[in-house]
């Protein structure tokens, strides 16, 4: 079993940053791609940000240069760093993981089995 645990999140107006982080603990061995989703009210989870287990870092349209992804593996950590922020962002933040080698790149959520509970991300205009 996977657990994954998300503090942070918060508050900030357009054009902040915010970094969220992702501590793993567990049986994370041969864990494949670590991903970040977000589900903002009445819309679909979407994928936001994703790091495979070779390191190549895929990323939503709509955050391409203003998120990136890292981790830092002695920590058994995974970031998302947002800088620029817009209103569109506000969503609840979800880390997830998964071993299965098909989810790399997807950006798909149907992929990933283990989840953290969520933080949330409010961006005011």
């Known amino acids: 079993q996977v657990q994954l645990v998300e503090p942070g999140g918060g508050s900030v107006q357009t054009g902040g940053s915010l970094r969220l982080s992702c501590s793993t603990s567990?049986?994370?061995?041969?864990?494949?791609?670590m991903g970040w989703f977000r589900q903002a009210p009445r819309k679909e989870r979407e994928g936001v940000a994703e790091?495979?287990?070779?390191?190549?870092?895929t990323y939503a349209d709509s955050v391409k240069g203003r998120f990136t992804v890292s981790q830092d593996n002695a920590k058994n950590t995974l970031y998302l760093q947002m800088n620029n922020l817009k209103p569109e962002d506000t969503a609840r933040y979800y880390c997830?993981?998964?071993?299965?080698?098909?989810?790399?790149?997807?950006?798909?959520?149907?992929?990933?089995?283990?989840w953290g509970q969520g933080t949330q991300v409010t961006v005011s205009s």
């Open positions: 997830a993981a998964t071993r299965n080698k098909l989810a790399a790149g997807s950006l798909n959520y149907n992929w990933y089995n283990y």
């Open positions: 790091l495979a287990g070779d390191g190549l870092a």
């Open positions: 567990g049986y994370i061995s041969r864990l494949c791609s």
